[in-house]
């Protein structure tokens, strides 16, 4: 094939097929040098641009396959797997206002797209559109009612509108449909803890913690909510599981600090307050004004921790 050659739609359409058929196989930079070679002598022919488009994004080449997408959609306008190609390829580079008009292109001509309607929610909840965000979940959700993602973004995208009690139910569906998401887990219980249903929070948060035990955020909301219900041998339990995890967390420190002063054991109060300082000086100043170590405060070594310069 040389630049002089001119080909038939059998030709194009055996090219078309080897190319795409080199996608299948990951053979990524054959495709790329097929296309160009065969966009040279045929540059109108859209199933090359995509093939080449498909290759290059794959590659790593993002810029470069947005350009062939591009051209698809200029040759085949109605060609919605170009327009959503484009959109996830523009979406993958932060483009996110340009991957929203390319998605709406391919839902205007393929309007049963789930995967489009979850990605255009992805790319409105990444610019603030919240409100278009859960509409995008809802039409995904309408089409594909058991897509996990759909329903854990719309809780996020809800948590972000302080709709909290829509987004306790939307973490709940995709708990019913993947209930080992430590995540939707950890999420819903920091909804509850913030609603003040602190028992229904700990337990969401133990079912976080059994899926993965290492995620430290989850004991710090866990040890908050047991405090919140005066639980506080429970929570000094708690908060060593999160200083196992993490030996130089001054916020642990300090929150045990508190605890053990809230219970009159000064020693322990004071070893954790001395070693959150240590971590991070400002606890210093936010122990003066505590009126959890008012129980302490008179004690001499407190006011020697606090007052050092």
Same mark, same amino acid.
């Given at each position: 094939?040389?630049?002089?050659? !001119?080909?038939?739609?059998?030709?194009?359409?055996?090219?078309?097929?080897?190319?795409?058929?080199?996608?299948?196989?990951?053979?990524?930079?054959?495709?790329?040098?097929?296309?160009?070679?065969?966009?040279?002598?045929?540059?109108?022919?859209?199933? /090359?641009? /995509?093939?080449?488009?498909?290759?290059? +994004?794959?590659?790593?080449?993002?810029?470069?396959?947005?350009?062939? /997408?591009?051209?698809? *959609?200029?040759?085949?306008?109605?060609?919605?797997?170009?327009?959503?190609?484009?959109?996830?390829?523009?979406?993958?580079?932060?483009?996110?206002?340009?991957?929203?008009?390319?998605?709406?292109?391919?839902?205007?001509?393929?309007?049963?797209?789930?995967?489009?309607?979850?990605?255009?929610?992805v790319a409105l909840?990444?610019?603030?559109?919240?409100?278009?965000?859960?509409?995008?979940?809802?039409?995904?959700? &309408?089409?594909?009612?058991?897509?996990?993602?759909?329903?854990?973004?719309?809780?996020?995208?809800?948590?972000?509108?302080?709709?909290? !009690? !829509?987004?306790?139910?939307?973490?709940g569906r995709a708990?019913?449909?993947? @209930?080992?998401?430590?995540?939707?887990?950890?999420?819903?219980? *920091?909804?509850?803890?913030?609603?003040?249903?602190?028992?229904?929070?700990?337990? +969401?948060?133990?079912?976080?913690?059994?899926?993965?035990?290492?995620?430290?955020?989850?004991?710090?909301?866990?040890?908050? &909510?047991?405090?919140?219900?005066?639980?506080?041998?429970?929570?000094?339990?708690?908060?060593?599981?999160?200083? !196992?995890?993490? %030996?130089? +967390?001054?916020?642990?420190? /300090?929150?045990?600090?508190?605890?053990?002063?809230? %219970?009159?054991?000064?020693?322990? +109060?004071?070893?954790?307050?001395? %070693?959150?300082?240590?971590?991070?000086?400002?606890?210093?100043?936010?122990?003066?004004?505590? @009126?959890?170590?008012?129980?302490?405060?008179?004690?001499?070594?407190? %006011?020697?921790?606090?007052?050092?310069?």
């Open positions: 094939m040389t630049e002089h050659q !001119e080909t038939t739609p059998n030709q194009d359409r055996t090219w078309s097929g080897f190319s795409e058929r080199l996608n299948e196989l990951k053979a990524y930079e054959q495709t790329v040098s097929l296309c160009e070679r065969a966009i040279k002598i045929n540059p109108d022919n859209h199933d /090359y641009w /995509y093939n080449l488009g498909t290759a290059l +994004s794959k590659l790593g080449r993002y810029e470069k396959a947005i350009t062939s /997408y591009y051209k698809v *959609v200029e040759i085949k306008p109605d060609d919605h797997e170009a327009w959503y190609n484009l959109g996830v390829t523009l979406l993958d580079l932060g483009k996110h206002e340009k991957a929203i008009a390319a998605y709406d292109k391919s839902l205007a001509i393929r309007p049963d797209d789930h995967e489009a309607w979850y990605n255009l929610g909840f990444s610019v603030g559109r919240y409100e278009k965000a859960v509409t995008a979940y809802d039409k995904a959700l &309408a089409i594909k009612p058991d897509d996990h993602g759909s329903w854990y973004n719309k809780g996020n995208t809800l948590c972000k509108l302080d709709r909290q !009690e !829509e987004a306790i139910i939307s973490f708990l019913t449909i993947k @209930p080992d998401d430590h995540q939707a887990w950890y999420n819903r219980g *920091v909804i509850l803890s913030d609603l003040g249903r602190y028992k229904k929070a700990i337990i +969401s948060l133990d079912r976080a913690l059994e899926i993965k035990p290492d995620k430290s955020e989850a004991w710090d909301i866990r040890n908050a &909510a047991l405090k919140s219900l005066n639980k506080y041998e429970k929570a000094s339990i708690s908060y060593n599981k999160v200083l !196992e995890l993490d %030996q130089k +967390s001054a916020h642990t420190l /300090y929150s045990l600090a508190c605890r053990y002063a809230v %219970q009159n054991k000064i020693g322990q +109060s004071l070893k954790n307050l001395s %070693q959150a300082i240590n971590c991070a000086p400002q606890y210093r100043e936010a122990a003066e004004a505590d @009126p959890d170590f008012d129980r302490i405060r008179s004690d001499r070594r407190f %006011q020697d921790l606090v007052s050092k310069i």
